[in-house]
């Protein structure tokens, strides 16, 4: 088996296991608040990258640190908006809304760093927003949109989305500078810390020791954060970023199949509309609009993991 064939079979699992992730965050929400499982969880995959990556992380620079951090702080908002929202949405739902980031990185670094943006691009990332409204915003007869519906767990996720572009984009300028294994490693322990000082702040902690907790935390340090981007890291080496983002791609629809058959979840017919527009706008950016590196690692951060 080719080195190329072989980082693709392992992006794919690493795809799936970040999307399956969403049933099992939302199943541990029985018995821990999001804030408080988010905090563990990332405490303990810090813990695992640590002991992996301990020849790069002994070698950490204070420049490396502060970029590290700064990452950190993105994705710390990210996550939180993340997994607070999704106790309020479904899994399929949350991980779709998620993949947005993929066409917003292209859009705020047009905005905030002036970049081009493709013909193709832009009719991308008008495609996938169009999804995102009739992902997020119900009809009524007689209307297109009853905004008095909109789930508060639909609106935390796409902030947590927009936190995900923003991240994606400082993570790719800092892994040109510093080693990737030292971002990775400081930014989960970054957000692990934040998550943790954050817990009184934004929600009434909530933990009761299980059986479902505990392999849902372990599971989810282990698997989709720890291996999964390490996985990443190396499989990317040999893939083409084209090749890696529609691999991506397949994420939210795993999650999908993960609720389907777990929890017996039904995409109706806007939603469903809404979730096939949002895979199409990806699509256009990604093949015709000339995507970057970053935006190929954007469907990669939309996980929980």
Known sequence: ???????????????????????????????????????????????????????????????????????????????????????????SKSAFLSSSSAVMVPLFLAIFWRARIHPWRMAGIATAFAGLFLMTVPGRPGAIA?????????????????????QIIVVGRATRRFSFQQIVTVQIGVMALLLALSVP??????????????????????????????????????????????????????????????TKERLGLRTGAGALLILAGILLSQLLGGASHLESEAAARSAPG
Request: net charge positive.
């Open 1 to 91: 088996m080719s080195r190329s064939l072989k980082a693709q079979l392992l992006l794919l699992l690493a795809t799936f296991i970040w999307g399956s992730t969403f049933v099992v965050v939302k199943a541990a929400f029985q018995f821990a608040s999001p804030l408080v499982f988010t905090a563990i969880r990332m405490a303990l995959a810090t813990v695992i990258l640590i002991l992996i990556f301990r020849k790069s992380v002994i070698h950490l620079t204070r420049p490396s640190l502060a970029a590290g951090a700064g990452v950190g702080a993105l994705l710390f908002l990210g996550y939180a908006f993340q997994s607070t929202g999704l106790k309020l949405t479904t899994p």
């Open 146 to 166: 009853d905004l008095a519906k909109v789930n508060q767990g639909d609106v935390l996720t796409i902030l947590a989305a927009i936190a995900f572009a923003f």
């Open 201 to 262: 702040l934004g929600e009434t902690p909530h933990l009761q020791l299980s059986p479902t907790l505990v392999a849902a935390v372990v599971a989810c340090a282990a698997f989709p954060t720890a291996l999964s981007f390490g996985v990443q890291a190396w499989a990317q080496q040999f893939t083409p970023a084209t090749h890696t983002a529609l691999i991506f791609m397949l994420e939210p629809v795993f999650a999908w199949l993960t609720s389907m058959i777990v």
